[in-house]
């Protein structure tokens, strides 16, 4: 409405069939005539010509025409008969179903009838534009999906609210969404789907999508009867060239960007590029704003009629070209994800997860073996980026079937080897150590049966970083001993290096190691040929040798391999620039130099997270939180903590979640009473409005997904440690509690609810967030705003008002808490003031409040649970 409001002559709403633009310029059209505009609906779905075209709209408007009709151009005695008639305030005239007429005279023509008419407005719904001048052009975009509450699961719901399986579609939220998912939003797709309620649960619909189902409905006109129907028409549009592409095309799951569309079609990116123009401009391919290039996707819906419109000749031949044209690039992709400072990011990561689970999926069922080889070859490089946005599960049971396959025994011994031990070394690092295992498993057995004595001693060593990485420390030493004194070790630098760093480690972990036996041989290791010869394993062992240094309480000897590590003046890695200021940041912080060593944390945070958050992120940024908790800068460790949760509801890492848990426990919890617990507070409602911002972010999550997503983590039980402690400061006399919404206080042993007294709650609340920001009293001016915001008050009438609300508080309990000091008000700077999210709400049930006035003690019953974020 906002383009006819503004005076657009033609505006055209355009999208691909069963979108709903039908619905929407109606629903523009009640719009209109609201605002006083006249509306006027012509469909020419039936039209085939530009005279037909010139009849309907004259008949649509009303327009009388001469006798004389059938002896002259229509086209121009309708345009002549409408501009000669006064059109008053205003006409919005609908034309709907107009793509057939787009491209033929009838799409010229209908600008014209309306060219001498300039109070009439077109609104026109198109599966194509009309590629006119004038023409404003809204592009339809399909429900969102995301979410138990989306508008496409909303959708669903209202169309199955009848239905004979109405119970099973309302009790499956979830599976609702994915279906949602499934049909890519189209509002017509999901009301076929709909129809289906009175026979067919929603999980098992689901299932049958993937045997292709038709959504056919009986008795519906035909070109809205299957969301088939709703495709059809566009693709018979297209030229042979342009069908062609989109089967190509139709193979890839997720987004393409130009060169993988060229690599496709074997084009030139030029002639590519005009192929996806055309594809676009029929609806069947949507363009999507990336990080440095534009990307290309197509529905759902689109690609099962493509792919079912071709042979599986041709779809083999596609997926043919895919594999080859990614397996051609992934040495290039490769080098780049192995540089530090070129790390991908989130946005090129989920780009490749379509293209590579294609190849993967094809991989688990195709009887060619160099089908199977291009499917084990991308299993890392997946498995990589997934890693790297935290989805690394998604594709773990499609990579353990693939490698169980018995073809895969077939395959040369280099090939399965090195997919398998890439394999465990990703998977291994996102948290996953049972799959994990098994991909070091099979590449050991793989080893043993064909490789030599020491490349089984490096694959020991890489089972040992795997359970290392998951803190089964005496499985590390179990494996690592066998080899302690073994030539093999002599034989490969780098073996040897890891294995004596994993040895030192795990005995650290374990409470066995000391300075002297372990320390001392991993700085003798740093004059050795092998180490002195090669920079990165020199920078390697002088991160560890700190990390050791620090657990040990070496701290000298931590800084100086630190300040060793920053002598090497091209620190390309921004990964080893981070561990390098992380162990300072460790190392200054037991020296006491609280600022120096947050100021490294930070320099290690920004090289972690250059490209995206990683686990040594996150790791990192909770210890800054306990290094800002623990010099008092409370404000830092709450920010500090809000920052770093939202990255950890994204990820399936169970380090990261194991990470959270302890900062949470220890930092909030068993430290409470040291952190003064006034000023972590709000760590409850940090953590809970973290949870809902991802699903902001990722669309729409509702508050009770979001709670059950934080009890998952375990994350309720570090904040009832919280309350304990905050309850058991609570309790001293000193101490004035205020609940987290102000709906009540604690002073001395009796509990007062304000919540009946909203006026007296909010003044509460006002004072108690000036005593927590510092000493100053509050003035009357800002209390008055306070309270009464919509009211214009004189300076007399404020004051008596502020005087009586502050007086009903001091009878409330507050007694001589309250002071007033250089013109304002606040709480006795001598009193500690805290918040509190005690359990229960306000006291025991059946507590006794007494209060100043006539009568006997009021009871006050009490609600079982307080009402927080919580409940």
């Known amino acids: 409405m906002g383009l006819v409001r503004e005076g657009a002559r033609l505006v055209s709403i355009i999208g691909i069939g069963g979108l709903g633009k039908t619905r929407v310029a109606i629903a523009a059209s009640h719009r209109a005539a609201e605002e006083g505009l006249d509306v006027a609906y012509c469909d020419v779905v039936a039209v085939h010509s530009a005279a037909e075209v010139a009849l309907a709209v004259a008949n649509a408007l009303d327009v009388e025409l001469p006798d004389s009709l059938s002896r002259r151009d229509p086209v121009d005695l309708v345009a002549a008969a409408i501009a000669r008639r006064d059109w008053g305030r205003g006409t919005l005239l609908v034309v709907d179903n107009f793509e057939h007429l787009a491209r033929t005279r009838a799409g010229e023509a209908l600008p014209r009838l309306v060219s001498g008419a300039p ?11 009309l590629e006119r001048p004038e023409e404003l052009r809204v592009p339809l975009a399909p429900l969102a999906c995301a979410g138990d509450d ?37 509002p017509l797709a ?62 890839v799951e997720g987004t393409l960007d130009l060169e993988l569309v060229a690599g496709l079609l074997a084009r030139d990116p030029q002639a590519a590029l005009a192929e996806v123009e055309e594809l676009c401009r029929f609806s069947l391919v949507t363009v999507e704003p990336g990080a440095d290039a534009a990307r290309y996707r197509i529905l759902e819906t689109v690609r099962d009629f493509a792919l079912a419109q071709a042979s599986p000749e041709r779809v083999e031949a596609s997926l043919d070209r895919l594999a080859s044209t990614l397996i051609a690039s992934i040495g290039a992709r490769l080098e780049v994800l192995g540089s530090g400072s070129a790390r991908l990011s989130a946005d090129a990561a989920r780009a490749s997860f379509g293209r590579y689970l294609a190849i993967l ?51 040369p011994f280099a090939l399965r080897h090195d997919a398998a031990t890439a394999c465990a070394v990703f ?52 494996h690592g001993e066998s080899l302690v004194g073994s030539p093999l070790l002599d034989r490969d630098p780098s073996l040897h290096l890891s294995h004596t760093v994993q040895l030192a480690l795990a005995r650290r972990a374990l409470g066995e190691a000391t300075w002297e036996e372990d320390g001392e041989r991993l700085v003798a290791m740093l004059d050795s040929p092998a180490v002195t010869s090669h920079q990165q394993r020199q920078r390697s062992l002088l991160i560890n040798i700190a990390y050791l240094a620090h657990q040990l309480g070496r701290t000298e000897i931590a800084l100086d391999a630190c300040d060793r590590l920053d002598a090497y003046v091209a620190l390309d890695d921004l990964g080893e620039r981070g561990h390098g200021a992380r162990e300072r940041a460790r190392a200054l912080l037991e020296r006491g130099a609280v600022g120096a060593a947050l100021a490294h944390y930070d320099r290690a945070i920004g090289a972690f997270g250059r490209g995206g ?101 375990r994350v309720r039980q570090a904040l009832r440690l919280l309350a304990r402690a905050e309850a058991l400061r609570a309790g001293d006399e000193g101490v004035i509690g205020v609940t ?112 100043r006035g006539r009568g006997r003690p009021r009871k006050r019953r009490t609600s079982r649970m307080m009402p927080t974020s919580d409940t």
Not at 193 to 214: G, I, K, M, N, W
Not at 223 to 242: D, I, N, T, Y
Not at 373 to 397: F, H, K, Q, Y
């Open 361 to 411: 999926r094809r991989g688990l069922t195709t009887t060619s073996q160099v089908a199977l080889a291009d499917a084990v070859r991308v299993a890392g490089p997946l498995l990589d980026r997934l890693d790297r946005v935290g989805l690394v599960v998604v594709a773990i049971p499609l990579v353990l079937e693939l490698m169980a396959r018995p073809e895969v025994e077939a395959l």
């Open 613 to 713: 958050p990683t686990r040594e992120w996150t790791e990192t940024s909770l210890d800054r939180v306990a290094a800002a908790l623990e010099a008092g800068r409370y404000d830092e460790a709450r920010s500090g903590l809000a920052a770093t949760l939202p990255e950890l509801v994204t990820a399936f890492d169970r380090g990261y979640h194991t990470a959270l848990q302890h900062a949470l426990l220890a930092l909030l919890g068993g430290r409470a009473g040291q952190a003064t617990p006034e000023r972590t507070d709000t760590v409850e409602d940090s953590a809970f409005d973290a949870y809902v911002g991802v699903g902001r972010r990722e669309g729409p999550r509702p508050a009770r997904a979001a709670q059950d997503a934080t009890s998952s983590f």
């Open 150 to 186: 989306s508008p496409a699961v909303e959708l669903l719901l209202a169309r199955t609210r009848h239905a004979a399986l109405a119970e099973a579609w309302r009790a499956d939220r979830g599976t609702l969404a994915r279906l949602a998912a499934r049909l890519d939003g189209l």
């Open 119 to 129: 109070r009439i407005q077109l609104l026109v719904t198109s599966r194509v534009a």
């Open 740 to 851: 987290l919404d102000g709906s009540g206080f604690r002073a001395g042993d009796a509990w007062v609810d304000l919540r009946p007294k909203p006026l007296l709650a909010n003044l509460v609340g006002a004072l108690t967030e000036a005593r927590l920001e510092g000493l100053e009293p509050v003035g009357k001016e800002a209390l008055g705003a306070a309270l009464w915001p919509d009211e214009r008050l004189s300076d007399e009438v404020r004051d008596r008002r502020l005087y009586s609300a502050l007086s009903a508080l001091r009878r409330e309990g507050l007694g001589d808490a309250i002071v007033a000091h250089d013109g304002g008000f606040g709480i006795d700077p001598a009193r500690a003031v805290m918040r509190v999210s005690l359990p229960a709400w306000p006291g025991p049930t059946g507590e006794v409040k007494r209060t």
């Open 190 to 251: 999901l009301e076929l789907a709909a129809a289906r309620a009175h026979v067919v649960t929603p999980e098992r619909l689901l299932a049958l999508f993937d045997e292709r189902l038709s959504l056919a409905v009986p008795g519906v006109e035909p070109r809205r009867a299957s969301r088939e129907a709703a495709v059809a028409w566009s693709f018979e549009q297209l030229g042979a060239s342009a069908r062609e592409a989109l089967t190509r095309l139709a193979v």
């Open 427 to 478: 998977v291994g690092a996102s948290g996953e150590p049972g799959p994990s295992d098994a991909f070091i498993a099979r590449a050991l057995a793989w080893t043993e049966t064909e490789g030599d004595a020491l490349e089984i001693a490096r694959m020991r060593v890489r089972s040992s970083a795997v359970a290392a990485y998951h803190w089964r420390f005496a499985e590390v030493l179990a």
